[in-house]
């Protein structure tokens, strides 16, 4: 069954230190998304792309993020200067066309530590 | 901003029983999908439902979303050990599959042999 696959599984990093997440999605879907879990609390949205641009995000996703389809594969997840709270679960999302009543697909996600 | 109750938070059960998860919202979502979620690992999608009033059945787990298309339901029958894990609501609130989820907080499920 097709995958959504994201790197690293872990990343310890320090405050201030810039981080890459990187999701590689299912390769016929269409739109690709980052989501983030705090130890101990509720899956929240970060962002949506689609076409080539973000098409939604979050009160969460400040100026310190950004996404970036580099290739014709990968999605990245860039936080420029992390902070003590980034510190949480990444998920990187994909699903298919843009009729309502498709699923998401979701990989296992990233650890992000910021000491 | 659109909230998503789930209930109950915990939920610890003998194999064989039934159970019922309920998620609700003052808000109108477009669609409502339920997840999986196993301990450091990604949501595992379940099932959608998009149509209000819509009952969906996958083996012993039957979905339904509400008439308003405002609230949800996941009832297990004859639960089992392998059920447990921590069940998620997520509704969507834009018309295509490019809008956001909101996720509910979850209910941890655990069936006791």
């Known amino acids: 069954e097709p995958e959504v696959t994201q790197t690293p599984s872990h990343q310890v990093t320090q405050m201030g230190q810039e981080v890459i997440l990187r999701c590689v999605p299912i390769?016929?879907?269409?739109?690709f998304y980052w989501y983030r879990q705090i130890l101990g609390q509720k899956v929240e949205f970060l962002v949506s792309?689609?076409?080539?641009?973000?098409?939604?995000k979050s009160e969460i996703f400040d100026d310190q993020f950004s996404v970036e389809r580099p290739d014709g594969s990968n999605f990245t997840l860039k936080i420029r200067s992390t902070k003590l709270e980034d510190s949480a679960m990444y998920f990187c999302?994909?699903?298919?066309?843009?009729?309502?009543?498709?699923?998401?697909?979701f990989g296992s996600g990233t650890r992000l530590t910021v000491v | 901003t659109q909230l998503l109750e789930q209930s109950p938070q915990f939920l610890s059960i003998q194999e064989g029983e039934n159970l019922t998860v309920y998620c609700n919202s003052s808000?109108?979502?477009?669609?409502l999908q339920w997840y999986r979620q196993e301990p450091g690992e990604g949501p595992v999608l379940l099932v959608t439902?998009?149509?209000?009033?819509e009952v969906k059945k996958l083996k012993r787990l039957t979905f339904q979303f509400g008439d308003a298309r405002k609230d949800s339901s996941l009832h297990i029958t004859a639960a089992q050990p392998g059920d447990t894990g921590l069940y998620l609501c997520?509704?969507?609130?834009?018309?295509?599959?490019?809008?956001?989820?909101?996720f509910g907080e979850g209910t941890q499920l655990t069936v006791n042999p």
């Open positions: 390769s016929n879907h269409l739109y």
């Open positions: 808000s109108v979502f477009s669609s």
């Open positions: 439902v998009v149509t209000g009033g």
């Open positions: 792309f689609y076409n080539n641009e973000i098409s939604e």
């Open positions: 997520a509704g969507a609130s834009g018309e295509t599959s490019g809008s956001r989820l909101t």
């Open positions: 999302a994909s699903s298919d066309a843009p009729e309502v009543g498709y699923g998401y697909t």
